[in-house]
């Protein structure tokens, strides 16, 4: 298993990094959803918990992705590469990085500023980051919502790129972020 | 036994003689309480309640300590908090926007030279149950300080109706309320 990246390949790290956060952000999803839909009741309760806290622990996780990240090359992208389609790949990517620091920094905001008792998984207490305020609350969560549209659609733009270079175009690019094929069998 | 009467009234007028009331300060009280919510501290205060109080700290005996609390001010710093405990499940406002705990039966705590119990009864959500509240009397130039808290079930009470009423797991809100106090007390 190789650890380092290089200019043709991730590494173990990379990968599994990549492929817990996308996991973590699709359960998001579906439990702000859910959590937000459900009545008042304890279960409503402990989906928000369960929200947060896999929302806190996807932020922990991008800033230790981000520091791999900037202490490691990245492999480079197909010779074929378009400059335009660099120029897009590269700033989608730092935008998808910047929506997973912002998703939940906008919910931490929204806990803080609702005043809402919460522990990370029931046993880290975590810290307001604001005063308890109504109207922050309600602007930061227009944010997280707002993030969250931004965030959905730039991941179908990047789903759908990295199946236009597995199908159409062809190349190794999606096979290479994909954990290694002894692992799957 | 009537030599023995006119003696018992004698001697509890002496004792009121040494008794004063006092009144409360509500600029410099304050009534705290705190439970928990998903295994976290949540705090809350009533703003508006008030103490009367007929105490000697001498002869505790004959005392009587009448406490009135707005329910309906109380605040956990929430506004989505502060909705929820307002409803029939909670503090049900509507029906019950009062409580009371009324004391005549104040006696030295062992626990200090200045610490005392009211055994009285509280009066929360139409309920009435036995609570036993400790608290330290300091006198002090202008008047004195009345420091002390108290823990209950808030199911004793109905805090908390239906689904809320489970204390056990994750989604939980916990059994125990803890009160507490400080009353800035002035003679009447
Ligand atoms: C929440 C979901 C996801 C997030 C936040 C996400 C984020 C990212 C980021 C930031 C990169 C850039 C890596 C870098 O250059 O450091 C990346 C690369 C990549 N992602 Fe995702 N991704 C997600 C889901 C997916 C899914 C579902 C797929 C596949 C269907 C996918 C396929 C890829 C591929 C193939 C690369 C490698 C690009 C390359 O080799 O340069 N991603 N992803
Ligand atoms: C990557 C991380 C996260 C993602 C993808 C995410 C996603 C979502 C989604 C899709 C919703 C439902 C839509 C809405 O009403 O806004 C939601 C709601 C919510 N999230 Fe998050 N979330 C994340 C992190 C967090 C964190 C860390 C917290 C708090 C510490 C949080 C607190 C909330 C709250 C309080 C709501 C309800 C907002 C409302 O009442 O309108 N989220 N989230």
């Known amino acids: 298993m190789k650890l380092a990246n290089s200019d043709t390949a991730w590494g173990a790290p990379a ?33 928000f918990v369960w929200h947060k806290s896999i929302g806190m622990l996807i932020l922990a996780l991008v800033v230790l992705r981000l520091l791999w990240r900037v202490f490691n090359i990245a492999p480079s992208l197909p010779a074929d590469t378009p400059a335009w389609e660099r120029a897009v790949a590269h700033a989608s990517h730092a935008l998808l990085y910047v929506l997973m620091i912002a998703m939940p920094m906008a919910g931490w905001i929204i806990n803080s500023a609702a005043n809402i008792p919460f522990s990370i998984f029931w046993a880290i207490p975590l810290p307001a980051i604001a005063a308890p305020d109504k109207h922050l609350a309600e602007l930061a969560a227009l944010a997280h919502l707002s993030l969250f549209i931004a965030l959905a659609g730039l991941l179908v733009l990047h789903v759908g790129a990295a199946l236009r270079h597995h199908f159409v175009k062809k190349n190794n690019l999606l096979i290479r972020m994909l954990p290694a094929l002894k692992w799957l069998k | 036994m009537k030599k023995f009467a006119c003696l018992a009234i004698l001697f509890a007028l002496f004792q009121s003689a040494h008794a004063a009331d006092w009144k409360m300060d509500p600029s410099a009280s304050k009534l705290e309480f705190a439970t928990t919510f998903e295994k976290t501290v949540a705090p809350g205060v009533f703003k508006e309640f008030d103490t009367r109080l007929h105490f000697d700290a001498a002869k505790p005996a004959g005392s009587r300590l009448d406490v009135t609390i707005k329910i309906t001010s109380a605040d956990m710093s929430s506004a989505d908090i502060n909705k929820e405990i307002a409803g029939a499940e909670w503090f049900d406002y509507a029906l019950h926007p009062q409580a009371e705990f009324h004391s005549t039966d104040i006696v030295r705590s062992p626990a200090g030279p200045q610490s005392y119990i009211a055994h009285g009864t509280l009066t929360l959500k139409g309920v009435q149950q036995p609570v036993d509240v400790l608290f330290t009397w300091n006198a002090t130039t202008d008047g004195a300080i009345m420091e002390g808290g108290f823990t209950v079930k808030r199911g004793q009470f109905n805090i908390g109706t239906g689904e809320w009423a489970v204390t056990e797991g994750k989604g939980a809100i916990g059994a125990d309320v803890t009160v507490k106090f400080r009353v800035q007390l002035r003679k009447a």
């Open chain 1, 15 to 47: 990968k599994f990094f990549h492929w817990v956060s996308a996991a973590l952000i699709f359960t998001q999803f579906a439990l702000g959803w859910v959590a937000v839909s459900t009545r008042m009741s304890p279960t409503k309760l402990n989906l």
